[in-house]
C-alpha cells in the first residue's frame, strides 16, 4: 500500500520510528496526547509496511466509526476500500481493505473464533489508557494468543496518557518490557476558570449558564462535556434560544449521519454537547473553548440489591486535563470547569478500570470460552477481583451456560456468539421460542438500549418504537432476529423476565407503589407510569438514586404469577420454615419465587432441630433474661465469672455474648425438647449452667469461690461476686475474733468486707482487716456505743468471741 501525503501532525515525524520498532521488537507502547494522529496516521504507516491486514481496535462504536472515515478520506477514498470498519450491526469492509477499524468487543469474538488471527500482522490497540472492560480482556486473550500462536503478530498499544510503565511490561511478557515511544502533542495555553455552581442549580442550568459565558468570551465552537445523553438533551433544551450558533449533540447513541455531522466543521458558530467519546478517541474540529461539568457516567454493580447499570461520578485529573486540552488544539484556548478550585485537588488521578467495578457476568462467559475459568493464566493489567467474577459465573450458572465447573455448555457458546449480555441472549435464545423471533428481538434491541425508551411502561414503549421505527432500533432489532428462530404470542413482558428472572416483582402491601423483587431488592414505581394497578411487573431496567433507601423502576411491564413461575422456575422453592416471630416461633411451610412469598400454611409437626434453632435465634433476639433465673442461677454465674476473671481456663466465660454463642452447648437438653416461648421461659438457667463447670477442677469450685462464708458467729453469709474483688457484707460483731478473714481462689484474692451496724447499715469498709482493728476500730466503737448501747462494743474484737444480738449474747469487757 502507498501511503499518501500526510497531514503535518505530530506523529506524522515518529512513523518510522514507530513502524521500525515494532518490526524489531514486536510489541511498543506509544503515549500521545489527543489531537497528534496516531489513531489515524500510524494504522496507515504500519500498513504500508506490510503485506497483511492492520487491525485497530477502538473502545467505542462512534471513534472506530470516525476513525476509519478519517484514513479513508486521507486516502481519497470511501469507506470499505482500503479502509473499512465492523461494529455490531454495521460492516464496511472489501476485498482490497487492508485496515480494518473494530471495536475491542468484536475483536474479543474474533479472537474467540480465530485465535490465530489469521491474515492480521498488526493490531493496533487505541486509547488503552481508557480502560474499559472489553479492552482489559482483549488486551489478555490477545497476549494469550501471540505467546502460544502467533509470536509474529505485531501489537501497538496506544495511550494518551505518560502512566504506562505498566503496559510496557504486559507486553513484553516475560522478556524485557515493550519499548514505549512518546510523541508530544502540538498544544496552544489554555487559560482555566472554575465556575462553581450555584445554589440548588442542576448540573443542565451550571453548564447552559457556563456556556453561554464561553461563547461571550471566546471565539470558534464550544465543546462541552455532560455525563449522558439525558444531561445533553436538557442543556440543549436550556440552549435553544441562541442566534447563529447550531447545538449539536455527540453520543454513541446517535445515527451516524447525527454524529457526522458534529465532527465536521459547520457553516456556523457550533456548540458540541459531547460525552467522554470527544475526551480522546475523536477530534472535534473548530473548537476553541471547553465546558467541562466534572462528571461521566460509567458502569456499575451493586451485588447486594442485585442492580446494575451506569452511575454519575467525578471525572480523575487525567481525564480533567484532557477534556480541557481540547480548546488548544488549533490555537489559544480557554477552559471552564463546573466545579470549585479547591475540590480539584481531590480529583482521583486516573479513571478507575471497569474490570473493578462493572458487571462480569460476560467477561465470565468470555473466559469460559477461552477456556480459563477464573483467568489464571493471562496477564492482566488489572485482574477481575473474585467476587465479582465469582458473581458472574453464578448468574451464568442460572442461564444454563456454564456447567457446575465452570465450563462453558453449547449453549454458552451460543450465548457469546449473539454478542450480547449473557441475560439479553438468554431472552433473545429462549424468548423467541415463546413469543416469536421478531418479537423477541425488538424487545431485546430495547433493553440493549433502554435510552429508546421515554417512559416507564415497556409494552407503550413498545407500542412508539412499533409506530415510529427509529433506525437504530429497527436496524438491531432485524439483526437479532435473523439469528433466532420461533414462533409464539407477542408478550415482552416474558422476554423481560426471561432476561432478568430475578426482577420479577411483587406489590408489598395493596395500593402501594412499593415492589419486592424475588431477587430481595425493594424497588418504588413513580408516579404515573401507567402501572400503579398491577400487581406483579418484570422489571426490566431500574436504579437507585443518591440518598433514597429503595431503588426506582425505570422500565416495566405487568406481569402475573404465572408468567413469573414460567420465567423464573429455577428460582422456585418450597421450604419448611420455623422462625422467631415477634417473641414465639412460627411454623410454616412457604412456596418462594427467590424473595416472594407465593403461599404459605401452618406446619403441624416442624422438624425439631428447626424448632430448636429457631428457639435459639429467639433467644439471641430477647436475651438470656427469657430464661428463669434465681437467686442461686445468679450466684452460679456471678462466681463462674469470678474464677474466669481471675484464674482463667478452665473456667468459662459467661458474659451475655459468650453464654447466647455456646448456647447450643449448655442448653442442648433443653433446647431440644423446647416447642414454644414458654419452654425457654421455664428452662432453671442455673441447673444448664453447671454444664459448663470443668472437670475434675469442678470438685474445688466451693473451696474456690465458697456461695456462703461461714463467720466466726457461726452464719453463713452470702458473698457478692459482682463486685471486683468480691464483697462480703456482715454485722460487725458477727467477725469478733477474726484477726485475717480467708482468702478465695486459692488464695490469690482476699475479700472485700462491707462492716454493718445492728441495723445493717454501713460503718466501714476494708480491705484489711487487722489494721482496720488497730486504727479504724476505736472511732467506730465510739460512734457504736452511742447509738447502740445495749450491744456489745469491745475495746479489742480479736479477743472476744462473736456473737448476734445484744450484749447479753456477749461477755461485756
Same mark, same amino acid.
Given at each position: 500500500m502507498?501511503?499518501?501525503?500526510?497531514?503535518?501532525?505530530p506523529? =506524522?515525524?515518529?512513523?518510522?520510528?514507530?513502524?521500525?520498532?515494532l518490526?524489531?521488537?514486536?510489541?511498543?507502547?506509544? +503515549?500521545a496526547p489527543?489531537?497528534t494522529?496516531?489513531?489515524t496516521?500510524?494504522?496507515?504507516? !504500519?500498513?504500508?509496511?506490510?503485506?497483511? $491486514?492492520v487491525?485497530v481496535?477502538?473502545?467505542?462504536?462512534?471513534?472506530?466509526?470516525?476513525?476509519?472515515?478519517?484514513?479513508?478520506?486521507?486516502?481519497?477514498?470511501?469507506?470499505?476500500?482500503?479502509?473499512?470498519y465492523?461494529?455490531?450491526?454495521d460492516?464496511?469492509?472489501?476485498?482490497?481493505?487492508r485496515?480494518?477499524?473494530?471495536?475491542?468487543?468484536?475483536?474479543?469474538?474474533?479472537? /474467540?473464533g480465530?485465535p490465530?488471527?489469521?491474515g492480521v500482522?498488526v493490531?493496533?490497540?487505541?486509547?488503552?489508557?481508557?480502560?474499559?472492560l472489553?479492552?482489559?480482556?482483549l488486551?489478555?486473550l490477545?497476549?494469550?494468543? $501471540?505467546?502460544?500462536?502467533?509470536p509474529?503478530l505485531?501489537?501497538?498499544a496506544?495511550s494518551?496518557t505518560?502512566?504506562?510503565?505498566?503496559?510496557?511490561?504486559?507486553?513484553?511478557?516475560?522478556g524485557?518490557?515493550? #519499548?514505549?515511544l512518546e510523541?508530544r502533542?502540538?498544544?496552544y495555553?489554555?487559560?482555566?476558570?472554575y465556575?462553581?455552581?450555584?445554589?440548588?442549580?442542576?448540573?443542565?442550568?451550571?453548564?447552559?449558564?457556563?456556556t453561554?459565558?464561553a461563547?461571550a468570551d471566546?471565539?470558534g465552537d464550544?465543546?462541552?462535556? !455532560?455525563?449522558?445523553?439525558?444531561?445533553?438533551?436538557?442543556?440543549a433544551?436550556?440552549?435553544?434560544?441562541?442566534?447563529?450558533?447550531?447545538?449539536?449533540?455527540?453520543?454513541?447513541?446517535?445515527?451516524?449521519?447525527a /454524529?457526522d455531522?458534529? &465532527?465536521r466543521?459547520?457553516?456556523?458558530?457550533?456548540? +458540541?454537547?459531547?460525552?467522554?467519546?470527544?475526551e480522546?478517541?475523536l477530534?472535534?474540529?473548530?473548537?476553541r473553548?471547553v465546558?467541562?461539568?466534572?462528571?461521566a457516567?460509567?458502569?456499575?454493580?451493586?451485588?447486594?440489591?442485585g442492580?446494575?447499570?451506569l452511575a454519575t461520578?467525578?471525572?480523575s485529573?487525567?481525564?480533567?486535563?484532557q477534556?480541557a486540552?481540547?480548546?488548544?488544539r488549533?490555537?489559544?484556548?480557554h477552559?471552564?470547569?463546573?466545579?470549585?478550585?479547591?475540590?480539584?485537588a481531590?480529583?482521583?488521578?486516573?479513571?478507575?478500570?471497569?474490570?473493578?467495578?462493572?458487571?462480569?457476568? =460476560?467477561?465470565?462467559?468470555?473466559?469460559?470460552?477461552?477456556?480459563?475459568?477464573?483467568?489464571?493464566?493471562?496477564?492482566w493489567?488489572?485482574?477481575?477481583?473474585?467476587?465479582?467474577?465469582?458473581?458472574g459465573?453464578?448468574?451464568?450458572?442460572?442461564?444454563?451456560a456454564?456447567d457446575?465447573?465452570?465450563g462453558?455448555?453449547?449453549?454458552?457458546r451460543?450465548?457469546?456468539s449473539?454478542?450480547?449480555?449473557?441475560?439479553?441472549?438468554?431472552?433473545?435464545l429462549?424468548?423467541?421460542?415463546?413469543?416469536?423471533?421478531?418479537?423477541a428481538?425488538?424487545?431485546?434491541?430495547l433493553?440493549d438500549?433502554d435510552?429508546?425508551a421515554?417512559?416507564?411502561d415497556? *409494552?407503550?414503549v413498545?407500542?412508539?418504537?412499533?409506530?415510529?421505527?427509529?433506525?437504530?432500533?429497527q436496524?438491531?432489532?432485524?439483526?437479532?432476529?435473523?439469528?433466532v428462530?420461533?414462533?409464539?404470542v407477542?408478550?415482552?413482558?416474558?422476554?423481560a423476565?426471561?432476561a432478568?428472572?430475578e426482577?420479577l416483582?411483587?406489590?408489598r402491601?395493596?395500593?402501594?407503589?412499593?415492589?419486592l423483587?424475588?431477587g430481595?431488592?425493594?424497588?418504588?414505581?413513580? #408516579?404515573?407510569?401507567g402501572?400503579?394497578?398491577?400487581e406483579?411487573?418484570?422489571?426490566?431496567?431500574?436504579?437507585r438514586?443518591?440518598? /433514597?433507601s429503595?431503588?426506582?423502576i425505570?422500565?416495566?411491564a405487568?406481569?402475573?404469577e404465572?408468567?413469573?413461575?414460567r420465567?423464573?422456575?429455577?428460582?422456585?422453592?418450597?421450604?419448611d420454615?420455623?422462625?422467631?416471630?415477634?417473641g414465639?416461633?412460627?411454623?410454616?411451610?412457604?412456596?418462594?419465587?427467590?424473595?416472594?412469598t407465593?403461599?404459605?400454611k401452618p406446619?403441624?409437626?416442624?422438624?425439631?432441630a428447626l424448632?430448636?434453632?429457631?428457639?435459639?435465634?429467639?433467644?439471641r433476639?430477647?436475651? &438470656?433474661?427469657?430464661?428463669?433465673?434465681?437467686?442461686?442461677?445468679?450466684?452460679?454465674?456471678?462466681?463462674l465469672?469470678?474464677?474466669?476473671?481471675?484464674?482463667?481456663?478452665?473456667?468459662?466465660?459467661?458474659?451475655?455474648?459468650?453464654?447466647?454463642?455456646?448456647?447450643?452447648?449448655?442448653?442442648?437438653?433443653?433446647?431440644s425438647?423446647?416447642? $414454644?416461648r414458654?419452654?425457654?421461659?421455664?428452662?432453671?438457667?442455673?441447673?444448664?449452667?453447671r454444664?459448663l *463447670?470443668?472437670?475434675?477442677e469442678?470438685a474445688?469450685?466451693?473451696?474456690?469461690?465458697?456461695e456462703?462464708?461461714?463467720?466466726p458467729?457461726?452464719?453463713r +453469709?452470702?458473698?457478692?461476686y459482682t463486685?471486683?474483688p468480691?464483697?462480703?457484707?456482715?454485722k460487725? /460483731?458477727?467477725?469478733?475474733?477474726?484477726?485475717e478473714?480467708?482468702?478465695?481462689a486459692?488464695?490469690?484474692v482476699?475479700?472485700l468486707?462491707?462492716? *454493718?451496724?445492728?441495723?445493717?447499715r454501713?460503718?466501714?469498709?476494708?480491705?484489711?482487716l487487722?489494721?482496720?482493728?488497730?486504727?479504724?476500730w476505736?472511732?467506730?466503737?465510739?460512734? &457504736?456505743?452511742?447509738?447502740?448501747?445495749?450491744?456489745?462494743?469491745?475495746e479489742?474484737?480479736?479477743?472476744?468471741?462473736?456473737?448476734?444480738?445484744t450484749?447479753?449474747?456477749?461477755?461485756? #469487757?
Amino acid at each position: 500500500m502507498k501511503l499518501p501525503d500526510l497531514p503535518d501532525l505530530p506523529v =506524522r515525524a515518529a512513523l518510522d520510528e514507530i513502524a521500525g520498532t515494532l518490526t524489531d521488537r514486536g510489541t511498543a507502547v506509544l +503515549v500521545a496526547p489527543p489531537g497528534t494522529g496516531k489513531t489515524t496516521l500510524v494504522p496507515l504507516a !504500519l500498513a504500508a509496511g506490510t503485506a497483511g $491486514r492492520v487491525v485497530v481496535a477502538e473502545p467505542r462504536r462512534l471513534a472506530a466509526r470516525a476513525a476509519a472515515g478519517r484514513m479513508a478520506a486521507l486516502l481519497g477514498e470511501r469507506v470499505g476500500e482500503t479502509v473499512g470498519y465492523s461494529v455490531r450491526g454495521d460492516r464496511k469492509i472489501g476485498p482490497r481493505t487492508r485496515i480494518e477499524v473494530v471495536t475491542s468487543g468484536l475483536l474479543v469474538r474474533r479472537l /474467540q473464533g480465530d485465535p490465530e488471527l489469521g491474515g492480521v500482522d498488526v493490531v493496533v490497540l487505541d486509547e488503552c489508557h481508557e480502560r474499559h472492560l472489553d479492552a482489559d480482556l482483549l488486551l489478555a486473550l490477545l497476549l494469550d494468543a $501471540r505467546a502460544g500462536l502467533r509470536p509474529d503478530l505485531r501489537v501497538l498499544a496506544t495511550s494518551a496518557t505518560v502512566a504506562a510503565e505498566r503496559l510496557s511490561a504486559l507486553l513484553g511478557g516475560e522478556g524485557a518490557a515493550a #519499548p514505549v515511544l512518546e510523541v508530544r502533542g502540538r498544544a496552544y495555553p489554555v487559560a482555566m476558570d472554575y465556575v462553581p455552581p450555584l445554589a440548588r442549580e442542576r448540573i443542565e442550568q451550571q453548564v447552559a449558564r457556563v456556556t453561554r459565558m464561553a461563547l461571550a468570551d471566546t471565539e470558534g465552537d464550544v465543546l462541552v462535556f !455532560l455525563p449522558g445523553a439525558g444531561e445533553i438533551r436538557r442543556t440543549a433544551e436550556r440552549l435553544s434560544g441562541l442566534h447563529d450558533v447550531d447545538v449539536l449533540p455527540l453520543h454513541g447513541r446517535l445515527s451516524a449521519a447525527a /454524529q457526522d455531522t458534529a &465532527l465536521r466543521a459547520g457553516a456556523r458558530r457550533r456548540v +458540541v454537547l459531547s460525552t467522554a467519546v470527544a475526551e480522546s478517541s475523536l477530534t472535534v474540529p473548530g473548537v476553541r473553548a471547553v465546558v467541562d461539568s466534572g462528571l461521566a457516567r460509567v458502569p456499575r454493580i451493586d451485588h447486594r440489591r442485585g442492580l446494575s447499570g451506569l452511575a454519575t461520578v467525578r471525572v480523575s485529573a487525567a481525564v480533567a486535563e484532557q477534556r480541557a486540552g481540547r480548546a488548544g488544539r488549533e490555537g489559544p484556548g480557554h477552559a471552564w470547569r463546573c466545579w470549585p478550585e479547591y475540590e480539584h485537588a481531590t480529583l482521583p488521578a486516573y479513571p478507575e478500570p471497569e474490570i473493578r467495578t462493572a458487571d462480569l457476568t =460476560r467477561l465470565a462467559l468470555e473466559l469460559a470460552c477461552w477456556g480459563t475459568v477464573d483467568g489464571q493464566g493471562l496477564a492482566w493489567w488489572d485482574a477481575p477481583p473474585a467476587g465479582g467474577l465469582a458473581a458472574g459465573r453464578a448468574v451464568l450458572r442460572a442461564l444454563d451456560a456454564v456447567d457446575d465447573h465452570g465450563g462453558v455448555t453449547d449453549r454458552g457458546r451460543r450465548m457469546a456468539s449473539i454478542g450480547l449480555h449473557p441475560r439479553l441472549a438468554r431472552a433473545l435464545l429462549d424468548g423467541a421460542a415463546e413469543v416469536g423471533a421478531r418479537a423477541a428481538a425488538e424487545v431485546v434491541a430495547l433493553l440493549d438500549d433502554d435510552s429508546l425508551a421515554p417512559g416507564v411502561d415497556l *409494552l407503550a414503549v413498545l407500542r412508539t418504537l412499533r409506530a415510529e421505527r427509529p433506525a437504530r432500533w429497527q436496524r438491531e432489532a432485524e439483526r437479532l432476529a435473523k439469528l433466532v428462530h420461533g414462533e409464539g404470542v407477542d408478550d415482552p413482558a416474558l422476554v423481560a423476565a426471561l432476561a432478568y428472572p430475578e426482577r420479577l416483582a411483587r406489590r408489598r402491601a395493596p395500593g402501594s407503589t412499593s415492589y419486592l423483587m424475588a431477587g430481595g431488592t425493594a424497588l418504588t414505581l413513580p #408516579p404515573g407510569s401507567g402501572l400503579g394497578d398491577s400487581e406483579w411487573l418484570a422489571i426490566a431496567v431500574a436504579g437507585r438514586d443518591p440518598g /433514597q433507601s429503595e431503588g426506582r423502576i425505570r422500565l416495566a411491564a405487568k406481569a402475573d404469577e404465572r408468567l413469573a413461575r414460567r420465567a423464573a422456575a429455577n428460582l422456585l422453592d418450597t421450604v419448611d420454615e420455623v422462625d422467631w416471630v415477634d417473641g414465639t416461633v412460627v411454623a410454616r411451610r412457604a412456596e418462594r419465587l427467590g424473595a416472594i412469598t407465593l403461599s404459605e400454611k401452618p406446619l403441624p409437626a416442624p422438624d425439631p432441630a428447626l424448632l430448636s434453632a429457631a428457639l435459639l435465634r429467639g433467644l439471641r433476639a430477647e436475651g &438470656l433474661n427469657l430464661l428463669r433465673w434465681n437467686e442461686d442461677a445468679l450466684s452460679l454465674r456471678q462466681r463462674l465469672g469470678f474464677l474466669h476473671r481471675t484464674l482463667g481456663a478452665p473456667w468459662p466465660a459467661v458474659d451475655d455474648d459468650t453464654l447466647l454463642a455456646e448456647a447450643e452447648t449448655w442448653l442442648a437438653p433443653e433446647l431440644s425438647t423446647a416447642r $414454644r416461648r414458654t419452654d425457654l421461659e421455664r428452662i432453671d438457667a442455673g441447673q444448664a449452667l453447671r454444664r459448663l *463447670l470443668p472437670w475434675p477442677e469442678a470438685a474445688h469450685f466451693d473451696d474456690l469461690a465458697p456461695e456462703r462464708l461461714e463467720v466466726p458467729s457461726g452464719s453463713r +453469709v452470702r458473698l457478692d461476686y459482682t463486685a471486683d474483688p468480691p464483697v462480703l457484707a456482715v454485722k460487725v /460483731q458477727e467477725i469478733f475474733g477474726w484477726t485475717e478473714p480467708p482468702r478465695l481462689a486459692g488464695g490469690r484474692v482476699s475479700i472485700l468486707l462491707h462492716l *454493718l451496724s445492728p441495723a445493717q447499715r454501713p460503718v466501714a469498709v476494708t480491705a484489711d482487716l487487722p489494721s482496720f482493728w488497730r486504727n479504724g476500730w476505736p472511732q467506730v466503737r465510739a460512734d &457504736l456505743r452511742g447509738r447502740y448501747p445495749k450491744h456489745a462494743w469491745p475495746e479489742d474484737p480479736t479477743t472476744v468471741t462473736a456473737h448476734r444480738g445484744t450484749a447479753r449474747n456477749a461477755n461485756r #469487757p
